[in-house]
C-alpha cells in the first residue's frame, strides 16, 4: 500500500485527527485514574505509539522523578525526540517518543512538526496532571492531620478528666485494701482475694497515670540522665520477664553516651512499654536488642524484636491513643501513644519498621547536651 505524501491535505487531516484522539484518551486517563500517577504514566505510554505516523515502529518513555515508564521495544529506538515535564518551574522528568531501526525502511524517520508539537503538549499535560496530584496529596494529609490532632485534643481532655475521676475512689480501695491486709486476721482465701484487689488497682493506678501523660497533667521534671542508666535499671527490675519467656536480651550500649536533659521517670516508662510490647510480640520466645549510641548532636535508643511483626496497616496506627491488636481485657491502647507522646515532648523522634514474620525495630532520636528545656507533659 502507497501512502500518500507527507504534504497531502488528507494525511495531514489524518495526522491531526490521532493527535487530538490521543490528547482526549490522556484527560480521559486522568480522569478515570484519579491520583494514581504511576497508572495515568502506565496508561499514557499505550496511546503514544498510535498518534504517530509510523505507529508500528513507535517507542515512548516517561521518567517522572524516580518513576520510570518505558514499552518494550523503547531501547531499541534510535531517532527520538523529547520534551521535558516542567512543574512550578523545575524538570521534574521528561517524556521521549522514538522510532525502530529497521532493516529496509519503507518510509522516512523523520518526525513530523504536527508529531513535535504534540509531545509538547503531552507533557504539558502531564505536569499538570502531577502537580494537581500533588496538591491533591498535601491537601489530604493535611486534612487527615489536623483531624488527628482535633482528635488528639478531645482524647487529651476525655482522658485527664476520667483520670481525675478515677483517683480518689482508686486511692480509698487501695487504702482500705492495704488495711485489711495489716490486720492478719485473715484466713488464706481472704489473703488471696486481698493481693487481688491490690493488684488490680495497682494496675488501674499505672493505667490512669498512663491517662495523666497522655492528657499532659503530670508536670516534666528535668534532670541530666543518662540512657544507659535507665536501659540498666529497667532491665534489671524485668529480667524475670523476658527470662521465663525464653527471650534472649542483647545490649549494644554506646559506653561514651552523653547526658540528655530529660525525665527519668518519663523515659523509663518509654522503655517499659517497648519493651513489653517486644516481650508479647514473642510469645515463643526470641531475641530482643537494646542499643544505644550518638549520632551528631543527638542521642539514639533503638528497641529490636524478632517477634511476629506488624502489618502496614497496623503500623500505620499504632501511635493512635486507645489504638491495641491485643485481646479485649488485655491492653488499653495506650502505651505507644504515651510513648510517641513523652519523645516528642522531648523535642526528639520515633519511627518504626516491622515486617510480619519477622520483627519490629523502634528507633528513638533525642537531643543530646543541655538545653533551655523540655515542656511539660
Known sequence: MIKAPLNSVEFKLQERLKELKCLYELSSIAWEAGNNIADILQKTLGILPS??????????????????????GFQLTRRRISSPLIIDQKKRGTLEIGYRAVKKPQTSHTFLTEEKRLIKAVARELSLIIKRTAV???KHNLQQQLRHSERLAFVGELSAGIAHELNEPLG????????????????????????????ASLYA???????????RQLPSQITAVNLNDIVENILYFMDVRYQSRKIKIQRKLDRHL?????????????????????IHAM??????????????NQVTLTVKDTGHGMTPEVRKKIFEPFFTTKPPGQGTGLGLSVVHGIVVAHHGSITVRSTPGKGTRFDITLPAGRRKGVRSK
Do not use: C, W, Y
Open 51 to 72: 498518534a504517530m505516523q509510523h505507529p508500528t515502529l513507535a517507542e515512548a518513555r516517561i521518567v517522572a522523578d524516580d518513576q520510570v515508564f518505558a514499552t518494550a
Open 136 to 138: 491533591e496529596e498535601e
Open 172 to 199: 480509698r480501695i487501695l487504702g482500705f485494701a492495704q488495711l485489711i491486709k495489716k490486720e492478719g486476721s485473715l484466713n488464706e482465701q481472704q489473703h488471696e482475694d486481698i493481693e487481688r484487689i491490690l493488684k
Open 205 to 215: 493506678r499505672e493505667v490512669i497515670k498512663k491517662l495523666m501523660i497522655f492528657s
Open 258 to 278: 552523653p547526658n540528655i536533659e530529660a525525665d527519668a521517670v518519663q523515659l523509663s516508662q518509654v522503655l517499659v512499654n517497648l519493651v513489653t510490647n517486644a
Open 283 to 296: 510469645s515463643g520466645g526470641g531475641a530482643l536488642l537494646i542499643e544505644t549510641g550518638k549520632k551528631g
